[in-house]
């Protein structure tokens, strides 16, 4: 079975430093993985993705995930925090060796970015 | 081009009402999905449809019923609302493929009382 964590309910991180949102994961066979970020009373909205290829995987608003299949994680970084970027990040992966419904989600991290 | 739409974006249902959830989206996609998210458990599936005229049960579907109307058309059907299924409800679409990405409507919030 499928399944993602992300260990921390809320991260804090002040404007202009680095920020970090955790994820593992884990499947049977290789895996797809995706972050999503919500922002309030909205729907989710696509911000990368990691298929295959290079680790290093850009995003939209200037995200970047780093997939690690040795320590099974894909994690979210930003190299200077906005306080535009406080909202609801989730991670999800899908096997690749399963049909595209199974995309599974994490439980979601609170991104707080303080001027 | 509207992307996904959900209506209504509020309902407050008393328990034993029964309500369906439309949704619609424009992008000419394949596949639909039904979600719920609850505080503390992230977005679980309920039901899904790969293609138009068919349906699959995702991880939650006990107390929903879904059509697939046709391909824009995704609803859920609530027959009888309990209080547990009192959550904000989203629905998404998929063009087609493993490697393609679900973009999501804004959501309905649902409360049973």
């Known amino acids: 079975a499928q399944s993602v964590a992300q260990p921390e309910d809320q991260v804090n991180v002040a404007e202009g430093n680095p920020l970090t949102v955790k994820c593992t994961y884990s499947?049977?066979?290789?895996?797809?993985l995706f972050w999503y970020v919500q922002y309030p009373n909205r729907g989710l909205q696509f911000l990368l993705k990691?298929?295959?290829?290079?680790?290093l995987v850009k995003g939209s608003y200037g995200f970047e995930a780093e997939f690690n299949k040795s320590q099974t994680s894909f994690h979210l970084k930003k190299p200077s925090a906005l306080v535009s970027d406080s909202a609801l990040y989730f991670c999800?992966?899908?096997?690749?060796?399963?049909?595209?419904?199974?995309?599974?989600f994490g439980t979601g991290t609170r991104l707080l970015v303080s001027p | 081009n509207a992307g996904v739409t959900q209506t209504p974006k509020f309902q407050v249902l008393k328990t034993g009402q029964s309500m369906t959830l439309q949704c619609a989206q424009d992008m000419n996609h394949n596949s639909m999905y039904w979600y719920r998210q609850d505080p503390g458990m992230g977005l679980r599936l309920i039901y899904y449809s790969a293609s138009e005229g068919t349906t699959d049960k995702g991880e939650v579907p006990n107390g929903y019923n879904v059509s697939r109307l046709n391909k824009r058309e995704f609803s859920l059907r609530l027959e009888s609302a309990a209080p547990s299924q009192t959550s904000v409800y989203f629905c998404a679409s998929l063009a087609g493929g493993r490697t393609d990405t679900q973009y999501f409507g804004p959501g309905t919030r649902l409360t049973v009382l």
């Open positions: 990691y298929i295959t290829g290079d680790n």
């Open positions: 999800a992966v899908r096997d690749r060796n399963t049909g595209f419904q199974k995309l599974v």
């Open positions: 499947v049977s066979g290789n895996p797809y």
